[in-house]
C-alpha cells in the first residue's frame, strides 16, 4: 500500500456538487460495513450519505476518484468537494459528528496523525484478515490492490 497523507483536493468545477458529506467504504468488507452501521449510529442526526465503492453511482459521481486507492482506505468527500482519506476521514469525522466530540480533541493533537496514518493503514490491510469478506465478494471483487 503507497501511503498517502493530506485531503486530494481538485478544482471545484470538477466537482460534483453535494449537500452532506459522503462517506466511501467497501460495502464488500464485513469489517468496513460493522465500521458504517457504528458511524451510522454515531451519525443520529443523518449528517452524512454512505455509498460502497461498488456501486456504480460513485464512478457516476466522481469519475476522477482513484478506485485503487479507494479500495485501500476510506474516503469523505466534502460538501465543498475536498476529499478527505483514511485516517484523515477519520479526524474530518470527528470534528463533523456531534457524537463523536470526544474524538475530535484526541485526533487534533499535535503529532497524532504520525500515529493514525500507519494504524489506519495496517487496520486497511489486514481488514479481511480480521473480519472476512461478505458473501457478496465474488470473482476476486474483494481483492486488496497493492503496490
Same mark, same amino acid.
Given at each position: ?10 478544482? $471545484?468545477? +470538477?466537482?460534483?456538487?453535494?449537500? %452532506? $458529506? %459522503? %462517506?466511501?467504504? !467497501? ?6 460495513? @460493522? @465500521? &458504517? ?20 453511482? %460513485?464512478? @457516476?459521481?466522481?469519475? !476522477? &476518484?482513484?478506485?485503487? #486507492?479507494?479500495? /485501500?482506505?476510506?474516503? *469523505? ?8 482519506? =483514511?485516517? /484523515? ?21 499535535? =503529532?497524532?496523525?504520525? *500515529? ?6 495496517? *487496520?486497511? #490491510? +489486514? ?11 465474488? !470473482?476476486?471483487?474483494? &481483492?486488496?490492490? #497493492? !503496490?
Amino acid at each position: 500500500m503507497t501511503p498517502h497523507f493530506g485531503n486530494d483536493l481538485s478544482e $471545484p468545477s +470538477n466537482q460534483p456538487e453535494t449537500v %452532506v $458529506p %459522503v %462517506v466511501l467504504y !467497501d460495502g464488500q468488507c464485513r469489517f468496513c460495513c @460493522q @465500521q &458504517i452501521d457504528r458511524l451510522k449510529w454515531w451519525d443520529g442526526g443523518k449528517r452524512l450519505e454512505y455509498l460502497s465503492l461498488h456501486e456504480q453511482a %460513485v464512478a @457516476q459521481r466522481w469519475p !476522477d &476518484i482513484d478506485l485503487k #486507492r479507494l479500495h /485501500e482506505e476510506m474516503c *469523505v468527500v466534502s460538501p465543498g468537494g475536498a476529499r478527505h482519506w =483514511g485516517a /484523515e476521514a477519520v479526524r474530518y469525522l470527528s470534528r463533523t459528528l456531534p457524537r463523536l466530540w470526544w474524538l475530535a480533541p484526541l485526533m487534533h493533537l499535535p =503529532g497524532i496523525m504520525f *500515529v493514525a496514518r500507519p494504524t489506519y493503514a495496517w *487496520v486497511a #490491510r +489486514n481488514r479481511y484478515r480480521l473480519m472476512g469478506k461478505t458473501e457478496k465478494c465474488v !470473482d476476486g471483487t474483494c &481483492i486488496i490492490h #497493492r !503496490d
